[in-house]
């Protein structure tokens, strides 16, 4: 799977993105998927995940309540709606291919998307 991740760019705080991830390839819809992000000088780090239906969701604690992911198989796309968004967001963010089931972790992923980065000001 080849992952193509867009819609980063400059937002206030308080305010709302929509990030998506267009996958090549036959296998997106029985593929689980997820999003990661890192921030200047520190680790990537999972912030959502769905699996292969999109009946099943994880998010980070840091993002439960903001941010929304979601998927539509016959686009080959996931989304990430990211809502009330805080400077502490300000990341490149990462589309990412489970190996087996929703990846929460870096060896959990299949394939990396290019990243997109996302920008909140104060």
């Known amino acids: 799977v080849q992952l193509q991740a867009s819609g980063g760019g400059l937002v206030q705080a308080g305010g709302s993105l929509r990030l998506s991830c267009t996958a090549s390839?036959?296998?997106?819809?029985?593929?689980?998927m997820g999003w990661f992000r890192q921030a200047p000088g520190k680790e990537r780090e999972f912030v959502a995940g769905?699996?292969?239906?999109?009946?099943?969701?994880y998010y980070a604690d840091s993002v439960k309540g903001r941010f929304t992911i979601s998927r539509d198989n016959a686009m080959n796309t996931v989304y990430l709606q990211m809502n009330s968004l805080k400077p502490e967001d300000t990341a490149v963010y990462y589309c990412?291919?489970?190996?087996?089931?929703?990846?929460?972790?870096?060896?959990?992923?299949?394939?990396w998307g290019q990243g997109t980065l996302v920008t909140v000001s104060s």
């Open positions: 990412a291919s489970g190996i087996n089931n929703i990846p929460t972790t870096q060896t959990t992923v299949g394939s």
């Open positions: 390839g036959r296998t997106f819809s029985r593929t689980a």
């Open positions: 769905i699996n292969w239906s999109g009946g099943n969701t």
